[in-house]
């Protein structure tokens, strides 16, 4: 079993298949890695088995992984401001006493 700790999601699904074994998320009922990785750069935390382990060909190695420069929401408008409460409230109406 081949180290990806460290890499690039992108560069240990091919280190890992050059060695005959797949990369597999936590969450076996989960979206796929592709999906869960896809876009932006992720980055390998763990793995296991460990590195070095024995494993048999195209055997799933559990990764956990983080977005390289801490994520992102995506696009996002601006917020605008709350209106001011006397403003959003309505008027007493003379007529109603």
């Not at 709350?82 to 007493?92: D, I, T, Y």
Request: proline share 14%.
């Amino acid at each position: 079993m081949p180290d990806v700790v460290g890499l690039p999601v992108t560069v240990a699904r091919q280190v890992a298949a050059e060695a005959g074994v797949a990369l597999a998320q936590p969450d076996p009922d989960g979206p796929p890695l592709g999906a869960l990785t896809w876009p932006g750069v992720w980055v390998i935390d763990e793995q296991a088995p460990a590195p070095g382990a024995r494993v048999r060909r195209w055997d799933s190695v559990v990764v956990r992984f983080h977005e390289e420069g801490g994520g992102s929401a995506g696009v996002r408008e601006p917020r605008r401001p709350l209106p001011e409460p006397r403003a959003a409230s309505a008027a007493k109406d003379p007529e109603d006493d």
